[in-house]
Nanobody
Framework: QVQLVESGGGLVQPGGSLRLSCAASGFTFSSYAMNWYRQAPGKERELVAVITSDGGSTNYADSVKGRFTISRDNAKNTVSLQMSSLKPEDTAVYYC????????WGQGTQVTVSS
């Protein structure tokens, strides 16, 4: 079955960087676009970044454009999110996502940006 396992979250000071990773299994990874979402306390889950199946095209929420970079390694079945110039408002649980007949989610990884 489809499994998505996120890692790399943690506590970071404003202006710092973190790299999130998502290990995927149970489907043909290289055939699907992959997404990163986040959900802050009391807020709806929002789409942060998207990458096409071949990695040739990406798209970002306006709030993270220029600070976050999504990438993938189809040989290793992983998708990553490099986050830089982090702000307190980036604090959220970050989720890896794929749509394959339905939406699949990982368990999420907590990112806290605080001094």
């Amino acid at each position: 079955q489809v499994q998505l396992v996120e890692s790399g979250g943690g506590l970071v000071q404003p202006g710092g960087s973190l790299r999130l990773s998502c290990a995927a299994s149970g489907f043909t990874f290289s055939s699907y676009a992959m997404n990163w979402y986040r959900q802050a306390p009391g807020k709806e889950r929002e789409l942060v970044a998207v990458i096409t199946s071949d990695g040739g095209s990406t798209n970002y929420a306006d709030s993270v454009k220029g600070r976050f970079t999504i990438s993938r390694d189809n040989a290793k079945n992983t998708v990553s999110l490099q986050m830089s110039s982090l702000k307190p408002e980036d604090t959220a649980v970050y989720y890896c996502n794929v749509v394959r007949y339905r939406r699949y989610w990982g368990q999420g990884t907590q990112v806290t940006v605080s001094s």
